[in-house]
């Protein structure tokens, strides 16, 4: 069994800069592609940005160039680096931990990211 656990959201002005950060207790952190995921009102759930444990990136269009995505194997944690940010990245945002061989999926209980003046 697993869990990961989100924190760092909260109410930014547009521009502004929020970081987000992801604690996974998993045993063998290393076969887990991690994943940032959010859902905003009315709107699926989407993916925002993942890495592979070699720490490959990748990033939805609307995110490129603004948010990181970055993994600490050594404390377990992911974060997400979100700058430039505007009002249509409201949502809550869900951590994800995906084992690359059998699977198995965490999701955290979601962070709020509110982006209004």
């Known amino acids: 069994q697993g869990q990961v656990v989100e924190s760092g959201g909260g109410l930014v002005q547009p521009g502004g800069s929020l970081s987000l950060s992801c604690a996974a207790s998993?045993?063998?952190?290393?076969?887990?592609?991690m994943a940032w995921y959010r859902q905003a009102p009315g709107k699926q759930r989407e993916l925002v940005a993942d890495i592979t444990s070699m720490g490959n990136a990748n990033y939805a269009d609307s995110v490129k160039d603004r948010f990181t995505i970055s993994r600490d194997h050594a404390k377990k944690m992911v974060y997400l680096q979100m700058n430039s940010l505007k009002p249509e990245d409201t949502a809550v945002y869900y951590c994800?931990?995906?084992?690359?061989?059998?699977?198995?999926?965490?999701w955290g209980q979601g962070t709020q990211v509110t982006v209004s003046s």
């Open positions: 994800n931990a995906h084992h690359t061989l059998n699977n198995v999926d965490y």
């Open positions: 998993v045993s063998m952190f290393s076969f887990y592609k």
